[in-house]
């Protein structure tokens, strides 16, 4: 069984930078993918961010285009470098991981962690 434990959430003001972490805790497949979600209070999740470990390739949605930037090491941990945050980006953060990059962006994933809180005011 394969783990997913985020880290680095909390409490930003707009303007700042937040890193969030996600390690991978037992199997996960070489070639595999990666990726965030994030869920508002009262709203749905909605996907972030995608990585495809061997193509190298990234996913973006169009919200944090420009200001996140998901990065990984080793297959064994995914970063979210969330920079310039806007309250709207306050969520529960969720890390995925599935072998394809298609369904990490579709949220049609294996594995998903427990969640980590962001906040940002202004």
């Known amino acids: 069984q394969v783990q997913l434990v985020e880290s680095g959430g909390g409490l930003a003001q707009a303007g700042d930078s937040l890193r969030l972490s996600c390690k991978v805790d037992?199997?996960?497949?070489?070639?595999?993918?990666m990726g965030w979600f994030r869920q508002p209070t009262g709203e749905k999740r909605e996907f972030v961010a995608a990585?495809?470990?061997?193509?190298?390739?990234t996913v973006y949605a169009d919200s944090v285009k420009g200001r996140f930037t998901i990065s990984g090491d080793n297959e064994k941990t995914a970063y979210l470098q969330m920079d310039n945050l806007k309250p709207e980006d306050t969520a529960v953060y969720y890390c995925?991981?599935?072998?394809?990059?298609?369904?990490?962006?579709?949220?049609?994933?294996?594995?998903w962690g427990k969640g980590i809180q962001v906040t940002v005011c202004s």
């Open positions: 990585l495809s470990w061997r193509a190298g390739s």
């Open positions: 037992g199997r996960i497949f070489s070639g595999s993918a």
């Open positions: 995925t991981a599935d072998p394809r990059l298609e369904t990490v962006v579709a949220g049609r994933v294996a594995v």
